[in-house]
């Protein structure tokens, strides 16, 4: 091995990440993972020096200004301080904790039970139940909790009546949820994405505010997540289904009882409980084109859409955006019977208290973040694999890294921490590479993320799925992965091995659309 690999400047570099990760595996805990990382960082940033020359480090670190060579503990708190004290941080913490409130205040409300029982009511028979299950989960697109809860509660009798297994609701939950909140411009997913690749870009070199430009020019390249909504939507139109789900579906149709469905509610109730979710939306885009477009200083009508979106003030947008939603759905809790000032203030904090413990995952990744760009990392990784590591290859290469991670440890958030800060940051460097191959990168590490949360059995969103849908957490996990491991084959070898070439996405989604349908078709068999 070559003697680079040992030094505070060699493999001692990858230290940081590879402890996360392991420290990971072993306790199942996210942010004493990324704790870990973070200490091992800043002693590796500091070269070994663990104590700070003086006290005014310290003032200096809690200003989020030390320099990592002044000590290992001095970094450390550096690390944070920068995390802690960022507008944008702030903004994205913000806007999660609003769009959360608001689901909360929906849930307690009624609102969202209302817009899943307008798809309720169009359930006709197994298919129809099935694709009305899979439209509830793409309308709750903004919260992946939510998702679980909402749709697996709300569809489960509704999936008894029409002889449709817990254990294929429990599927369509859990594949509506994750992929769905982690493509949508606005939700709880959107500003963790965002911030961990802006701290990454800065961290290659690159000016500031492009995290949100990277994120829009990767959508395309989620294969993965768009595969895994896709597959769904072929399975319910179909009818046709793989392995143990075959077994399961056939045992519910013949427990099925027939009776009529529940009466759809009233197109009023429903345009009523749309109307925070189209706030949120609604205004967040609308913020974003008024100011892309004062940004590009040039005539609307020779402005695109996506560098008008590109070059939007995303931050700001989405705290409006979510302020907007929230408002909306407080004011209309409080018309509804029963729901008084306290009760919505209560499901607004409730509905906080849900992504709490996901702000802190979320402020400990930017602060390994932070220790992982100090250490040299990327650079050591472009000396050792620029000369030798084709750069088509890398894409795929994440994609594999990402889901084994994922599966292994049951977070795609904390895997996205991890993996970001270096592969962003390598794709930007290697040579030959684009704009293209950044953006296959970027959407390799959250698109594989997604796939091992998903297939694996100590994910949140698993178990939450499985317990919001009534079914066995087993039977959910060996009746589920199969599907996983089809859209996850499929976005490796049409999507992300070509996309390393150069291959455009609009290229690329059609024949994979093409894979899912025909292996559905030759493979799977009618219930």
Not at 123 to 131: D, E, F, K, Q
Not at 178 to 197: D, I, R
């Amino acid at each position: 091995m070559d003697a680079s690999w040992w030094g505070w400047d060699g493999g001692l570099t990858l230290l940081a990440p590879t402890v996360a990760i392991v420290v990971a595996l072993l306790s199942r805990r996210v942010v004493a993972s990324l704790a870990a990382g973070v200490a091992v960082g800043a002693v590796v940033a500091a070269q070994g020096r663990l104590l700070p020359p003086g006290a005014d480090c310290f003032a200096a670190a809690a200003a989020g200004e030390a320099p990592p060579d002044a000590g290992a503990l001095c970094g450390a708190f550096g690390y944070a301080g920068q995390a802690v004290l960022s507008t944008d941080n702030l903004t994205i913490s913000v806007f999660t904790l609003l769009v959360a409130a608001m689901v909360g205040v929906m849930v307690d409300g009624g609102a969202m039970r209302t817009l899943v029982a307008a798809m309720e009511a169009r359930a006709r028979g197994p298919r129809a139940t099935m694709l009305a299950s899979w439209l509830s989960g793409l309308v709750v697109f903004f919260d992946d909790y939510a998702n679980c809860v909402v749709v697996g509660h709300a569809m489960a009798p509704v999936c008894d009546r029409q002889g449709v297994s817990r254990a294929k609701l429990a599927y369509i939950v859990d594949s509506t949820a994750a992929p769905v909140a982690s493509l949508a411009l606005v939700g709880t997913w959107v500003g963790f994405e965002v911030g961990l690749l802006e701290d990454a870009l800065v961290q290659a070199g690159q000016p500031a505010g492009g995290g949100f430009g990277l994120f829009l020019s990767g959508l395309a390249n989620r294969y993965y997540s768009l595969y895994a909504l896709a597959l769904v939507g072929l399975v319910a139109w179909t009818g046709r289904d793989l392995g143990p789900m075959l077994t399961a579906e056939r045992r519910a149709r013949a427990a099925a009882v027939a009776t009529e469905p529940d009466p759809a509610p009233p197109r009023g109730a429903v345009v009523a409980a749309a109307v925070p979710v189209l706030l949120l939306v609604g205004v967040t885009l609308g913020a974003m084109v008024r100011s892309g477009i004062a940004a590009l200083e040039v005539p609307v009508a020779e402005a695109p859409l996506y560098a008008v979106l590109a070059d939007a003030d995303a931050y700001g947008s989405m705290l409006w955006g979510g302020v907007a939603g929230l408002a909306a759905a407080v004011l209309l809790a409080l018309r509804a019977p029963g729901l008084g000032p306290q009760r919505v203030v209560g499901a607004s904090l409730r509905g906080m208290r849900t992504v709490a413990a996901a702000l802190v995952v979320l402020y400990t990744a930017w602060t390994l973040g932070n220790a992982i760009g100090d250490t040299g990392a990327r650079d050591f990784l472009l000396g050792q694999l620029g000369p030798t590591l084709p750069s088509w290859v890398l894409p795929s290469a994440v994609f594999v890294l990402s889901s084994l991670v994922a599966f292994a440890t049951g977070t795609s958030f904390g895997t996205m921490s991890i993996l970001v800060p270096l592969a962003v940051p390598l794709a930007v460097g290697m040579e030959g590479g684009s704009a293209l191959l950044t953006a296959a990168t970027a959407s390799a590490v959250l698109s594989g993320s997604c796939l091992g949360d998903h297939a694996s059995p100590i994910s949140d969103t698993t178990v939450l799925s499985a317990v919001g849908s009534g079914c066995d957490l087993v039977e959910h996990v060996q009746t589920q992965v199969p599907y996983a491991l089809l859209a996850g084959a499929v976005a490796l070898l049409l999507g992300y091995l070509p996309a390393g070439l150069g291959v455009p996405p609009w290229l690329l989604l059609p024949p994979g659309l093409v894979a899912l349908y025909a292996t559905l078709r030759w493979v799977g068999e009618e219930a």
